[in-house]
């Protein structure tokens, strides 16, 4: 369904009028296509349509937050080479329970190669040694890297962390109508934990 997903994702973006190569943001940089004209209850009915067709092919969603601040379960410091194995291992539980192999794609990093190589060893350490865990079995390859501009769904995936995160921490203007009508139903829960929204 991935090719048909994004087809449906960029005719809702042609519907908009959003410019060809203009990246999608749950909050678009100030200066932006999307932030002086995609806004308020326009901006909201496209998000809302876009995820609805996320929902119509039966795609899925979990959503890992981290607090810097706080320890793991552990005690040890929490950290993004953490997060990194808390989401493959909930990738890995969707793709056993759907009895299928997948692969991860990944929007580059902020911090440049380095920490996109941080990311990729952290990545391939949780799948060839399993970070003091089993190793995920549903895993094809290590994470590919490539930049959301490219990739609709990547884009679709910014929106569904950054309202879930936003909505978690307690914004309560814009997250809360998204989150319930069109990023809840995405997130089938886990079979393991009980919760497809994953914060420590």
């Known amino acids: 369904e991935v090719r048909h997903l994004e087809d449906l994702v960029d005719a ?4 908009y009028g959003v410019p060809k190569g ?5 909050s678009p940089r100030r200066g932006s ?19 609805a067709h996320c929902t119509e092919v039966g795609a899925e969603a979990c959503v890992v937050i981290l ?15 953490y997060a990194t194995e808390l989401l493959i291992r909930q990738v890995d539980r969707i793709a056993l329970r759907r009895s299928a192999t997948t692969i991860i794609v990944v929007d580059r990093p902020g911090g440049g190669r380095g920490e996109e190589e941080r990311f990729l060893t952290a990545a391939l350490d ?7 865990h089993s190793l995920p079995k549903q895993i094809a390859l290590n994470p590919l890297c ?15 962390v950054s309202c879930a995160t936003q909505f978690v921490a307690g914004e309560a203007r814009f997250s809360p109508g998204v ?3 069109s990023v809840r139903p995405l997130l089938r829960g ?7 929204i994953t914060v420590y």
């Open 179 to 181: 989150f319930y009508d």
């Open 67 to 81: 607090d810097k601040d706080s320890s793991t379960v552990a005690g040890s410091k929490a950290t993004a080479e």
């Open 190 to 196: 886990d079979p393991v934990g009980g919760s497809a």
């Open 33 to 51: 296509w999307m932030h002086t004209a995609l806004t308020g209850a326009s901006r909201t009915a496209f998000f809302a349509e876009m995820l």
């Open 22 to 26: 203009e990246e999608f943001k749950w």
């Open 12 to 15: 809702t973006c042609d519907r």
């Open 126 to 132: 949780v799948l060839k040694y399993g970070s003091g």
């Open 146 to 160: 490539t930049t959301s501009h490219f990739i609709r769904l990547l884009q679709v995936a910014d929106v569904v």
